[in-house]
């Protein structure tokens, strides 16, 4: 059995291999929440599939200074712990503007500097999507309507010298037609992957191996 993940509670925060996820009850964050603009797209928290993630990558890192997509990023957990741990140059992406604050607020506690930029799925072209080594994820397919743009965004990524990407749920149905049409395809697979926060229901992980596919 693989050791259990570094983990520690406080009021405010969660520790979880190295990097702080922080709770909506920080001050820090309940400020921001008076001051700034809600975010919308459920970006107003950190979803657990990303403890899931990050403890997958820390068994199957990434090259250290690796270039990194994460997509549909919230308050950024993934690519500022990929920062942290690897030296990974992320680009935090979202479609709604509203979470940057709160990505920039974590990333400053975390002592890492993430690039953001505002855009949806179908937005991401072969000029943002090349050097790439990574592209990640979590629980970001959530609508039905989210299939088809994720679906043809790991296709590009593929056709632009991407790595792997690595899509986190828990399970939703518009993942699992995601994950049957990329499996079918692009040679995908679905992980379920019990690692991540201590007392968290597993989390599936799809897999894309685009440096396996290539031969």
Sequence with gaps: ???RPS???SAH???FRGVRALKSTHPEVRRLKRREESPSLHGNKVWHSSFALIDYLHR???TVGARVIDVGCGWGLNGIWLARRYGARVLAVDADPAVEPYL???ARINRVEVAFLARRFEQLDAR???GVELLTGTDICFWDEM???LYRLLRRAGKAGARRAIIGDPGRTPFWTLAARAEKRLGAEVIQHTGGRPGSAPKQLLVVDYAKLRG
Excluded: G, K, Y
């Design 1 to 3: 059995m693989p050791p």
């Design 7 to 9: 983990s520690r509670e």
């Design 13 to 15: 925060w969660h520790t």
């Design 60 to 62: 199957h890192p990434p």
């Design 104 to 106: 920039r607020l974590q």
């Design 128 to 130: 943002l999507l090349d």
């Design 147 to 149: 299939v088809e743009p």
